[in-house]
C-alpha cells in the first residue's frame, strides 16, 4: 500500500492536471463558439449561390465546363484536412484511418500517381511516413481558416483537373454537425456531378422556402452563366469544408478536455478516499502500539 505522502502528492498532481484539461475546455468552447459563428454567417451566402446553380441546373440547358469532364482515372489527387495540435480525442486518428482507406482504393494507380494535398500538421507527418510527396504545405489553414488562402488552393485544384494533370479530387475531412456529433467524409470534389446537386438541393429541407422561379431572361445564356458560376461554386466548397474541419477540430477537443476533466475527478475522489483509509488505518496501528504497550 501507498504511504500517504504518495497518496497525497498523487491528489496534487491530478488536480493540477484538471485545472489543465479544465482551462484548455473552455479555451476550446471560446474557439467552437466563434468557428460556429462563421459557419452560421457564411451558410445564407452558400445557400443562395447553390440556389441560383440548382435553378437554372433545372432547365434543359448545356452545360460546358472542364469541370463538369468526367474520364478514365489514371492520376488522383486527396485533399485531407486534420488538426495542427493533439488533444483532441481521436480526431486525427479517424483523419488518418479514412485517408488510408480511401489511398487503398487507388493504390493499383501507384504512389507517384497519388497526390495529397495535407491540410494540416498531424496529417502532413503521417503523409510523410507513408512516403508520399506532399504538394505544398498548408498548416497555416488549419489553425485560421481564411478565403484569401482557400481560394488559392481551390484555384491549383481546378487548374491541376482543368490540364488534365489530375483525373480525380477527393476531400477527406469532418463535417461538423453538433457538438457532439462530427461526420467524418470522403467526398469528390472534382469532377463536378451536376445532376447530383440538383438531386441535393431537390431534397433539401429548406427547397420550399427557397422560391425557385425560372422565368428568368439570362444574357448571354444560362449555360455560359453557370460557366462563370461553377468556379465561385468550388471556391465556396473548400471554404465550407475547411470551416467545416476547424469547427470539428475545438468540438472534438471540447469533448476530450471534458472527459478528462471528468476522469480526473473521479480519480481525486478515489484517491482521497484511498488517503482517508490509510490514515485512519495508520491511526489504529498507532492506538494499538500505545495500548499494547501499556498493558505490558
Same mark, same amino acid.
Given at each position: 500500500?501507498?504511504?500517504?505522502?504518495?497518496?497525497?502528492?498523487?491528489?496534487?498532481?491530478?488536480?493540477?492536471?484538471?485545472?489543465?484539461?479544465?482551462?484548455?475546455?473552455?479555451?476550446?468552447?471560446?474557439?467552437?463558439?466563434?468557428?460556429?459563428?462563421?459557419?452560421?454567417?457564411?451558410?445564407?451566402?452558400?445557400?443562395?449561390?447553390?440556389?441560383?446553380?440548382?435553378?437554372?441546373?433545372?432547365?434543359?440547358?448545356?452545360?460546358?465546363?472542364?469541370?463538369?469532364?468526367?474520364?478514365?482515372?489514371?492520376?488522383?489527387?486527396?485533399? *485531407?484536412?486534420? =488538426?495542427?495540435?493533439? $488533444?483532441?480525442?481521436?480526431?486525427?486518428?479517424? !483523419?488518418?484511418?479514412?485517408?488510408?482507406? /480511401? #489511398?487503398?482504393?487507388?493504390?493499383?494507380?501507384?504512389?507517384?500517381?497519388?497526390?495529397?494535398?495535407?491540410?494540416?500538421?498531424?496529417?502532413?507527418?503521417?503523409?510523410?511516413?507513408?512516403?508520399?510527396?506532399?504538394?505544398?504545405?498548408?498548416?497555416?489553414?488549419?489553425?485560421?481558416?481564411?478565403?484569401?488562402?482557400?481560394?488559392?488552393?481551390?484555384?491549383?485544384?481546378?487548374?491541376?483537373?482543368?490540364?488534365?494533370?489530375?483525373?480525380?479530387?477527393?476531400?477527406?475531412?469532418?463535417?461538423?454537425?453538433?457538438?457532439?456529433?462530427?461526420?467524418?467524409?470522403?467526398?469528390?470534389?472534382?469532377?463536378?456531378?451536376?445532376?447530383?446537386?440538383?438531386?441535393?438541393?431537390?431534397?433539401?429541407?429548406?427547397?420550399?422556402?427557397?422560391?425557385?422561379?425560372?422565368?428568368?431572361? *439570362?444574357?448571354? =445564356?444560362?449555360?455560359? $452563366?453557370?460557366?462563370?458560376?461553377?468556379?465561385? !461554386?468550388?471556391?465556396?466548397?473548400?471554404? /465550407? #469544408?475547411?470551416?467545416?474541419?476547424?469547427?470539428?477540430?475545438?468540438?472534438?477537443?471540447?469533448?476530450?478536455?471534458?472527459?478528462?476533466?471528468?476522469?480526473?475527478?473521479?480519480?481525486?475522489?478515489?484517491?482521497?478516499?484511498?488517503?482517508?483509509?490509510?490514515?485512519?488505518?495508520?491511526?489504529?496501528?498507532?492506538?494499538?502500539?500505545?495500548?499494547?504497550?501499556?498493558?505490558?
Amino acid at each position: 500500500m501507498a504511504s500517504l505522502k504518495e497518496v497525497k502528492n498523487r491528489i496534487n498532481s491530478v488536480k493540477s492536471t484538471r485545472q489543465i484539461t479544465s482551462a484548455m475546455k473552455m479555451v476550446a468552447s471560446a474557439k467552437l463558439h466563434k468557428a460556429q459563428g462563421r459557419i452560421q454567417s457564411m451558410y445564407p451566402y452558400q445557400q443562395k449561390l447553390n440556389e441560383i446553380l440548382t435553378n437554372f441546373l433545372g432547365t434543359d440547358i448545356v452545360v460546358e465546363s472542364p469541370y463538369i469532364e468526367t474520364r478514365p482515372v489514371s492520376k488522383v489527387a486527396i485533399v *485531407v484536412f486534420s =488538426s495542427n495540435s493533439s $488533444l483532441c480525442g481521436a480526431f486525427n486518428a479517424n !483523419v488518418v484511418k479514412k485517408f488510408e482507406q /480511401t #489511398v487503398e482504393e487507388y493504390r493499383s494507380l501507384g504512389k507517384e500517381n497519388i497526390l495529397v494535398y495535407p491540410v494540416g500538421k498531424k496529417i502532413e507527418e503521417t503523409v510523410r511516413k507513408m512516403g508520399y510527396t506532399t504538394q505544398g504545405s498548408y498548416q497555416s489553414m488549419a489553425n485560421k481558416p481564411n478565403y484569401p488562402e482557400a481560394y488559392r488552393l481551390a484555384a491549383e485544384l481546378m487548374k491541376a483537373f482543368a490540364e488534365e494533370r489530375v483525373d480525380r479530387i477527393v476531400l477527406v475531412y469532418h463535417h461538423f454537425k453538433s457538438t457532439g456529433t462530427q461526420i467524418l467524409l470522403s467526398e469528390n470534389f472534382l469532377p463536378l456531378d451536376l445532376q447530383q446537386m440538383a438531386t441535393d438541393v431537390a431534397m433539401h429541407p429548406d427547397r420550399k422556402h427557397m422560391g425557385f422561379n425560372n422565368d428568368y431572361i *439570362v444574357e448571354p =445564356s444560362a449555360g455560359e $452563366l453557370i460557366t462563370e458560376l461553377l468556379p465561385k !461554386v468550388l471556391n465556396q466548397k473548400i471554404f /465550407t #469544408v475547411l470551416q467545416d474541419s476547424n469547427a470539428s477540430e475545438h468540438a472534438a477537443r471540447m469533448m476530450a478536455m471534458q472527459a478528462a476533466t471528468d476522469n480526473a475527478n473521479e480519480l481525486i475522489q478515489d484517491l482521497t478516499l484511498q488517503y482517508n483509509k490509510t490514515r485512519q488505518q495508520a491511526i489504529t496501528n498507532e492506538l494499538l502500539d500505545i495500548i499494547g504497550g501499556s498493558m505490558k
